[in-house]
């Protein structure tokens, strides 16, 4: 068989072919080195990490009321001032206000990073200390989707492949029998939707796949409840002889075994998966970890322990959304909420994959679309005390792999209102995000529509600032 | 005075490689990182002097050794080895150019002066064609090395006139001239014809999207022993005039123009009967509505005839991409972002011309200025979305209006209530509060408290829980859509018009109010023009008038020279003018983009191997005078694309078999079939898969046109809760009935946010970006959505009743649904395994019974809601599932019924049946 043969025969999802018929699995992996689009490949240079969980919070968590604490508001708290700026959206013109963070901030760790007072799991020491706070970053789009794409696939369009895409692109994936890139979802999926995971240009095998925590984890990964195991297996042995004689009347179409070779994948499938999102062979105390005995952490803290399961089977990206960070009113009660509701789960996240010995291995990266405002608009009248958008400051953390421990790089002016201090785009922390698992963005290329494309669009800057 | 400064030197070979290679090299690929900023040097090297070159960088060493281009870091540095500069792929230097800096190097690395210089360059710029190249007039570039710089001509190919070719003689048909003459070249010769029964499935398909039915094929198998040409003459000549050819056809344009029922982004709002677009294009191929007339409609409907619905209609194709403005964007990006999307979708829809590369810089590679990018942009400079009125017209279906408006109405009559309901609790809170403070003749409604300033009055939302604070948001956004909807039943159509910027916010626009002093004199204002700096709108330069792209030389009608690649400035008739430059018969890239596209569904490939790409970086034409002839004959037969299937498919290359006695010595000279030495195999497409297997089951509806449909979709994808700015989409609810929801999938309600995961699973492209051509991938996920699904299931029933009602035997009947499925008779040794099968699943199922399928009439929604940072519930109403008509199930049917169905989800889960020959 010639090389494209080959490539068409291995050309189809999750990776790894076997041989038809039914070998154990694991003999087949012992026996062959993967081959498919999703084999692991090596990187362009030592990496620092091997996987990413990437922790999304959707509408723009505020900076100044989480790791960027700005007393200046203090005193200019509920003062009006107008704007008229062209460049701005309708939204941020106009009769405003400042508003004050309506939280108290403490110093955390041994490094003294700023926190607001609901972060308690996070402020912990031993968790702290592993943080590396970044507050130099700027978005450029004040519109959700337009920015949810631009921080998760670096065109704020949307339609090019997501961080997720690249990466397996890159690297493949350590496991051939699970997707390389798994996404779960908030309550609601994102605005945008399913564009802030697409595989864009990229073929679709690097596309990221939505696993549920509760019910089918993967879309109508098992068939109808009258069709047992025994069914299945009659049927796709027929389904084998017809393909087999298909086969033999085509012998030189090579894309047929590939299809063929798919059908005994997807059965296989069928058992591990479920096997693998079931949580409820973790014990008590690592359930407790997480928050999945506390409703209000319970949702977030599932899907913290998938994460952490998945990466531990080899999976190289998982991006988790936390939604509800739109505080345009009412900031003190819905942050504060959300807080709470992120803050046990990513520290018992951090405790877990360090206690593992994988936290080494493993980037955490925990971000939103952009940042808010240091003011709001008078509306009718009223002062509502929350932020509207702000591309030009955000705050974002990390951790794990490769990233400085105990750190707070860069800052923003004296209202909160515009990164100064090691500022840098998107595309820059897209850059350093893939020099930490050992890829650089300039080579990290595919040729599409005229052009090599990457995943900082035109090339970006490292940030050696957030480097260990 | 010395005679030496007079007469300059004569200049070197060095000097002119220097002026005319090394220098605009350096000035395109280094001075950015390297001399632009001289405070900001990266290495602290600077190449915008020899000095500079000498000195070298942080390193300490000279980046270049006159005389030594191996001692040179410079040379290591270009050729990537040991360093790596231009740091990125996409400027990486050949090894052409490589050689250039290596020769000038070992020359001395001479630095001739600015009068020498430009000397070199003046005599070089008068020559129009030399051995580096051709050098194309154009409006212009931003530099004057862009302006002057040479071309191979084979990369700008397809900016040249048409060759006349002259057909290859000894050929029956022209087009297995041009492909017979290639492969003899290469001393191959084609397939044999394909058999009967492979022909009418591949143009079943290939003209249709639907399988043919067994009665066709016994039929057409018949006449082919009586005359082989004639019966296929008669079948192509059936299937151009079947309705159903207008269905196929226009799924591939909509795809290249990127049809969708909504307009993307956060609220993704419905845009208002685009249907009536989608139906045109159906229309336009039955009718086989003149190409160029195709065009100018498109672009110039409303200016070629406003009080022509049709005309109006048409002009959805300049309403078709991704777009909205809200409060949260700026207006000027708005808009910026509305006429970007059409210059690309113009240049890349009918030139296969990727605007997109020279909106920033002059274009890297074809002959595009970015003025020509300004130039185009400003023809549209005037043309601003709306939705018009326009008279529904006799030809198109209101089937279903009223059923649905009762359907909107219901859900708008829900979110009312409930809205009212919270309104009702609020104000009387409201009352008691100023009753509580002895203020109660103080009370006002809420919109005339919630404007006036001061804090002495009630909270927002006084008297709601935080639970009903979410809700009220989600019912008064209910209302907003739900009202909205209600447009579908006015004769609004997407259209354009021409005036000033008024900047309208995307969830209604309309025709400006003249009444309304303000509009009218926006209006009125007629937009100036300019080059956006580095594609930033904020950032004005040189102005521009309207034009077209000046490097195709071919002119618009304008009689002044200087005019010859203008357009019109006034506010009316610029797209006009731009669409008969567009359509004129002599404009190379309109003709050869048509039917290269043509060509290339045909064949699943183009002769320029990408349709939306004739420039450098496109795949080059394998058949470049194929291409060519096509061209001139499509102009030349009027435009007229049903002449061009005709054309195509009655040669022996759409008619060979995709076997070939020799296909192993083909696959080592030409790996890739593009001399099509045989007929290259293609898997179904998404909605072709689809629609085969509701026509093979007996469910198609074959209605034509009308109103979205709503098929099936995966329930938990249907029901899962999605962001909208500041509530939730609500749910994908199907189509009542079996007859409304199974119909072809041209059909299916499109929304940008929600696409159907079945479909997307074969390879449906994303609405976003123009489709040239479909993906055929195979991935896991096809097998769990084919094999497990509850509607592949389902159709698996459905057949299983249908060939049981047709056949009288198992054997007859697993016959029946085998011929259905892949056109010709199973083996002996297959019916009898699958005779056998069907057996043993009839003792499988008498012991195993399916449940009955029960069907939500309210569901519970949760969401993070932002006012409160916390997770609620609210219930929305399923009206369709209170009254709703499931497919058939298989609780309904008998065990052998089920074991019937396991056969037919085998047969549509077969590679004969997912492939095409």
């Known amino acids: 068989m010639n090389q494209t043969a080959m490539l068409n025969r291995r050309n189809f999802l999750y990776g790894l072919g076997a041989s038809l018929g039914s070998v154990a699995l694991t003999d087949l992996l012992a026996s062959e080195q993967p081959t498919g689009p999703l084999a692991p490949k090596a990187p362009h240079h030592q990496p620092r990490a091997k996987a990413v969980i990437m922790l999304f919070m959707e509408g723009g968590p505020s900076h100044i009321d989480t790791f960027d604490p700005k007393p200046k508001l203090d005193q200019l708290h509920l003062k009006n001032f107008v704007t008229e700026n062209k460049k701005l959206a309708g939204m941020t013109k106009g009769n405003r206000f400042f508003v004050r963070s309506p939280y108290q901030f403490k110093q955390a760790g041994n490094a003294g990073i700023p926190m607001c007072e609901h972060f308690h799991h996070l402020a912990e020491t031993e968790v702290a200390d592993e943080l590396c706070v970044y507050r130099g970053c700027q978005a450029e789009s004040v519109n959700h989707p337009a920015a949810l794409f631009h921080m998760n696939t670096g065109n704020s369009f949307g339609g090019d492949p997501a961080i997720g895409s690249w990466l397996t692109y890159g690297l493949g994936s350590e496991n051939q029998n699970l997707p390389g890139y798994v996404v779960m979802t908030e309550l609601a999926a994102p605005q945008g939707g399913s564009g802030n995971w697409s595989n864009g240009f990229l073929p679709p095998s690097f596309q990221g796949t939505p696993l549920r925590s509760k019910g089918s984890p993967l879309l109508d990964l098992t068939p109808p409840s009258w069709k047992n195991r025994a069914h299945q297996r009659a049927n796709l042995d027929v389904l084998h002889a017809m393909n087999q004689e298909h086969l033999s009347e085509h012998p030189h179409h090579d894309q047929l075994a590939a299809r063929m070779e798919n059908y005994e994948l997807a059965f296989r499938m069928q058992m591990e998966v479920p096997e693998l999102v079931d949580l409820r062979n973790e014990t008590p105390a690592t359930q407790s970890m997480y928050g999945l005995d506390d409703p209000e952490t319970e949702s977030f803290g599932r899907r913290c322990l998938l994460a952490r399961k998945l990466v531990e089977q080899g999976v190289r990206c998982v991006q988790i959304f936390s939604g509800g960070w739109d505080s345009h009113d009412f900031i003190e009660r819905a942050h504060r909420k959300r807080i709470r509701s992120v803050d046990k789960p990513i520290a018992g996240l951090i405790k877990d994959l360090n206690a593992r010995g994988m936290l080494d291995d493993t980037l955490i990266v925990w971000t939103g679309e952009f940042g808010r405002t240091p003011d709001n608009t008078v509306r009718g009248g009223e002062t509502a005390i929350g932020r509207d958008h702000n591309a030009e400051a955000m705050a974002m953390f990390f951790a794990g792999g490769g990233v400085k421990k105990g750190a707070v790089v860069g800052g923003t002016d004296e209202l909160g209102a515009k990164a100064v201090d090691i500022a840098h785009p998107i595309r820059d922390v897209h850059v350093t995000l893939l020099h930490l698992l050992g890829l650089d963005d300039n080579k990290l290329t595919y040729f599409h529509g005229g052009r090599f494309k990457q995943l900082s669009q035109f090339g970006g800057k490292l940030i050696p600032e957030l480097l260990a | ?917």
């Not at chain 2, 406003?306 to 700026?330: N, Q, V, Y």
């Not at chain 2, 209006?523 to 490097?551: F, H, K, Q, R």
């Open chain 2, 1 to 917: 005075m010395m005679i030496s400064s007079l007469v300059a030197a004569e200049p070197t070979e060095g000097d002119r490689l220097f002026t005319l290679k090394v220098l605009p090299l350096l000035k395109e690929k280094c001075v950015g990182c390297h001399g632009r900023e001289p405070d900001n040097l990266q290495g602290g090297l600077d190449v915008t002097s020899l000095e500079g070159l000498l000195q070298g960088g942080e390193s300490g060493e000279p980046s270049i050794v006159p005389g030594q281009p191996e001692e040179s870091m410079l040379y290591w540095a270009i050729c990537w080895d040991g360093m790596e500069m231009p740091p990125k792929e996409n400027d990486r230097l050949s090894l052409e150019e490589t050689d250039y800096f290596r020769d000038w190097i070992a020359a001395g690395a001479p630095w001739p002066n600015a009068e020498t210089l430009a000397s070199i360059q003046q005599n070089e710029w008068a020559v129009a064609e030399n051995g580096d190249g051709i050098i194309i007039s154009t409006s212009g570039g931003q530099s004057k090395e862009w302006t002057y710089r040479r071309y191979d001509p084979a990369d700008v190919w397809a900016f040249q006139p048409l060759e006349e070719p002259t057909i290859p003689v000894g050929y029956e048909h022209p087009i297995d001239a041009f492909i017979g003459e290639k492969l003899r070249q290469q001393a191959m010769t084609s397939a044999e014809r394909a058999e009967p029964e492979t022909l009418i499935r591949r143009a079943s398909f290939d003209l249709l999207g639907l399988p043919p039915s067994p009665h066709e094929i016994e039929s057409f198998v018949q006449a082919s022993k009586k005359n082989p040409n004639q019966a296929w003459e008669n079948l192509i000549e059936r299937f151009l005039a079947s309705p159903h050819y207008g269905e196929r056809w226009a799924q591939h344009w909509l795809d290249v123009v990127r049809y969708a029922d909504t307009s993307g982004f956060s609220n993704d709002w419905e845009r208002s009967n685009a249907w009536r677009y989608r139906d045109y294009v159906i229309r336009a191929f039955n009718e086989d509505k003149p190409y160029d007339q195709f065009i100018k409609e498109q672009i110039a409907g409303d200016e070629l005839d406003p009080d022509d619905p049709e005309k109006l209609i048409a002009t959805g194709f300049l309403r078709m991409g991704p777009w909205e403005h809200t409060g949260m964007s700026p207006e000027l990006v708005s808009r910026q972002l509305y006429l970007d999307d059409v210059v690309n979708s113009v240049g890349q829809t009918f030139l296969s011309t990727a605007m997109r590369c020279c909106k920033c810089h002059d274009h890297k590679f074809d002959p595009l200025p970015t003025k020509d990018y300004y130039r185009l942009y400003a023809a549209f400079a005037t043309t601003q979305p709306a939705e018009r009125s326009a008279p529904f017209l006799p030809e198109e279906s209101k089937s279903g209006f009223d059923e649905n408006r009762q359907h909107v109405e219901t859900l708008l009559r829900f979110a009312k209530e409930k809205q009212d309901a919270l309104y009702a609790k609020r104000e009387a809170a409201a009352r008691s509060w100023y009753a509580e403070r002895g203020r109660e003749e103080e009370y006002q409604p809420y919109e005339i408290r919630k404007k006036t300033p001061g804090g002495d009055k009630p909270p927002r939302f006084v008297g709601l829980t935080t639970q009903e604070e979410g809700e009220l948001k989600i019912r008064e956004q209910d209302v907003r859509i739900w009202t909205r909807r209600l447009e579908r039943f006015e004769p609004l159509v997407q259209s354009v018009y021409n005036g000033g910027d008024l900047y309208q916010k995307s969830q209604t626009l309309r025709l400006p109010n003249l009444n309304n002093p303000k509009q009218r004199e926006l209006t009125n204002l007629l937009p100036e023009s300019n080059i956006y700096e580095g594609g930033d709108v904020y950032s004005l330069g040189a102005s521009v008038t309207p034009g077209v792209l000046s490097g195709l030389h071919f002119a618009t009608f304008s009689a002044e020279t200087e005019k010859a690649f203008t357009l019109p400035e006034t506010m009316d008739g610029r797209r006009l003018a731009l669409a008969e430059w567009i359509a004129h018969p002599e404009n190379p890239l309109t003709t050869r983009s048509i039917v290269n596209r043509i060509w290339a569904y045909h064949f699943g490939k183009g002769i320029a191997g990408n349709p939306n790409n004739f420039g450098a970086t496109g795949k080059k034409p394998t058949h470049p005078q194929l291409l060519d002839w096509l061209a001139a004959e499509f102009v030349e037969q009027g435009w007229s694309i049903k002449n061009l299937h005709r054309l195509i498919m009655s040669s022996h290359t759409y008619q060979q078999a995709s076997t070939h006695s020799e296909r192993d010595s083909i696959r080592e000279l030409d790996p890739n079939n593009e001399l099509l030495a045989y007929f290259e195999p293609r898997r179904l497409s998404a909605e072709e898969l689809r629609d085969a297997m509701l026509a093979i089951s007996g469910e198609l509806n074959r209605q034509i046109g009308g109103l979205p449909i709503k098929p099936e979709m995966n329930r938990e994808v249907a029901l899962a809760p999605r962001m909208l700015q500041f509530s939730l989409a609500p749910a994908w609810q199907p189509s009542r009935t079996p007859q409304e929801r199974n119909r072809r999938s041209i059909y299916a309600y499109r929304v940008r946010g929600l696409p159907d995961p079945m479909l997307e699973v074969f390879n449906k492209p994303n609405a976003d970006d123009s489709c040239e051509l479909r993906d055929a991938s195979s991935v896991t996920p096809q097998v769990f959505s084919l094999m497990n699904s509850e509607i592949a299931t389902q159709r698996s029933i459905a057949m299983a009743l249908r060939i049981k009602q047709e056949a009288m035997t198992p054997r007859e009947q697993i016959i029946h649904g085998y011929r259905l499925c892949f056109g010709k008779l199973p083996t002996e040794s297959m019916v009898k395994t699958l005779v056998r099968h069907y057996e043993q699943m009839v003792t499988y199922h008498q012991e195993h019974s399916p449940q009955p399928t029960t069907y939500p009439t309210m569901i519970t929604r949760s969401l993070v809601e932002e006012f409160s940072g916390e997770p609620f519930e609210y219930q929305e109403m399923l009206d369709i599932y209170k009254d709703y008509t499931p497919d058939v199930q298989a609780a309904d049917v008998s065990p052998e019924a089920r074991a019937m169905a396991d056969c037919c989800l085998l047969m549509f889960n077969a590679n004969a049946f997912l492939f095409i020959y």
